[in-house]
Every structure is written in C-alpha cells, then in structure tokens.
C-alpha cells in the first residue's frame, strides 16, 4: 500500500536515542498499550540508518506507461498468478460474495504489492517506525503509525518479531501501513487473530475489505481499455474529469455495456498518442485510495482481469 504524503519538518539534529524511546514508552502507556507489550516491543532498540537512508533518498519513477507496464503487468507474472488464482478460486469467490469486491482486483494488488507473497519485505516494522519518528523528518506521520502498530501486538495478532515489512512500514502480503490495518484487516478465518502475512483467508478477506471500505461498487469495474473518436479532445483526460455515460456520448465517446449514469474518467497514462482507458467510479477511486498513481491502478486491474480471464 502507498505511502501517504506526509509534510517533512525541516532537518534537525535527532534526540538521544534512548530518551526519545523511553518517550515513546510513555505515549503508549497513556493510549493504553499494556506494559508487557511495550516493554516487548520498544527494548533494546537502535536506530536504523538504512531506514533513513531510504526515506532520504526514494527513487522518483521516470518509466513511460509502456515501460511500467511491461514491467508490472508482464506475461511472467501473469502466468505465476494463473495457477494461485486456480488455487484459491473457491476462497476468492467466498470473499468477493462477502465483501462485494471483485476477485480480479484482489489478485491484482496481491501481485503488485508482494509479488503473490514472495515479496513482503525484510524490516522489522515496529524497529523501522521508532527510527523514522526518532529522526524527524515525518514524525507527525510515522508516531501515529507506530501507535498503531503496537496496539496490533497488543491485540495478539502478531509478535513484534515476526511483524514484517517495508522499510517505511508497510506490511504482509497486500502491504497495509499500520492505520489501514487497524481499519480494514479481519480475522476471516476465525483464528482471533488478523494475518496478513501467512493466513490467505485474511490476506484476501482484509483487501477486499479495504476495498469495499474505500468505494468499491460490486456492479461497477475498475475500468477498461478505451477507444477514442480520432476528434477527442485531450484536454477532458484525467481522473479528475469525471462525466456521466450520458455526458461522454455527448462528446463523441461511446462507453458500451454500463448504465447511462455511471461516471467514468479517460485516462491516458502514456500522453495522448498512447493507449487509453476508461476508469470507473467508484470501484476505480477505491483502487486509488490503495495506491493513486493511475499506472499502479491501471496495471492492478488489466492484471486482475489477464489472470482471471
């Protein structure tokens, strides 16, 4: 899952290390985390530099749409996510009926964000978010995100051993940044605990669930390759340009097979003289709240629908 933009204070020389924790032993004290689990989690830390040196220094993406596509969207994954997708057809089908979201969206993110779970990380995620609120720069971000992370140890939902993820926070198979669990991750196994790193039941039953949380419209797709009169006018593309079916076939665009209310966006993720598509509401919004750059949301669900079909 996306990291969400959070203001960066201006640089400053960190704390002592061991006093700011002994602070955060006492911000989680008064939020009503248990001392055994704080004691557990926030001792014998030390800071992690090659955290900071990630947060410091991410990579801006200069790919064009047809070089992100064929990296994210390649036929290699494709034909990896086909036999999981056989695998689990039955248990997505459970979900998709219970949560109202499309197995294919699911499969999408699955393969995205952890590269069907081979993929999760190595950073211990609690160590990781006591180095970036320690350091600074987005404490405002990251103290609430490690809150978080430790009322989940809390819960018993899993160990701050074996809570592993992203550098920035971000963890198990479908990558939920520690607010987002704490919305959105269900127990559909029935095991009294949420995993989102081993039980499949709760990885699928916990992103559908955000979906849906986030918009997600069982009758609505996530959207569709698009053609275009030679006379479209560029300037209506964006996600932000959001028109009715009816309002589209007034500007020349035929939108088949979806209710005259329904809104739609064109988007061209390559500029105006690559492909286009078509972008639902809401079920396209729900996939942007995971992750809003239109190339990630595209390529979860041409890769959804390339799996599935």
């Not at 009715?244 to 809104?263: E, K, N």
Request: charged share 20%; glycine share 8%.
């Amino acid at each position: 899952m996306a990291l969400a933009a959070a203001p960066a204070s201006a640089a400053a020389s960190p704390p002592d290390f061991d006093a700011y924790v002994a602070s955060l032993k006492a911000d989680a004290r008064r939020i009503g985390i248990s001392a055994a689990t704080v004691e557990r989690a926030l001792s014998g830390l030390h800071p992690n530099h090659r955290v900071i040196e990630l947060d410091r220094n991410q990579p801006e993406s200069k790919l064009t749409w047809q070089q992100y596509k064929s990296r994210l969207v390649s036929a290699d994954r494709i034909a990896r996510g086909r036999p999981l997708y056989r695998k689990y057809q039955t248990l997505l089908a459970r979900v998709s009926e219970r949560y109202g979201v499309a197995p294919g969206v699911i499969m999408g993110i699955w393969a995205l964000e952890s590269d069907y779970g081979v993929q999760m990380g190595g950073f211990k995620v609690i160590d990781c978010l006591v180095t970036l609120c320690w350091e600074g720069r987005r404490r405002a971000y990251f103290h609430p995100q490690l809150m978080d992370a430790l009322k989940i140890v809390d819960h018993g939902d899993i160990p701050p051993e074996r809570m592993i993820g992203s550098w920035a926070g971000a963890m198990g198979q479908t990558q939920f940044m520690p607010d987002v669990f704490i919305k959105y991750a269900v127990d559909y196994s029935g095991t009294g605990k949420r995993d989102i790193w081993t039980d499949m039941p709760d990885v699928f039953a916990s992103t559908a669930n955000c979906l849906a949380g986030e918009g997600w419209k069982p009758n609505i797709p996530w959207g569709r390759a698009a053609n275009l009169p030679a006379t479209f006018d560029v300037n209506l593309a964006g996600h932000t340009n959001k028109r009715s079916v009816a309002d589209w076939r007034r500007h020349g665009v035929i939108v088949d097979g979806l209710p005259d209310a329904t809104i739609v966006s064109v988007v061209l993720p390559g500029g105006p003289a690559d492909e286009a598509y078509f972008a639902f509401y809401p079920s396209y919004r729900a996939i942007r709240a995971y992750n809003p750059p239109d190339k990630y949301c595209l390529s979860v669900g041409l890769l959804g629908d390339a799996i599935c079909a």
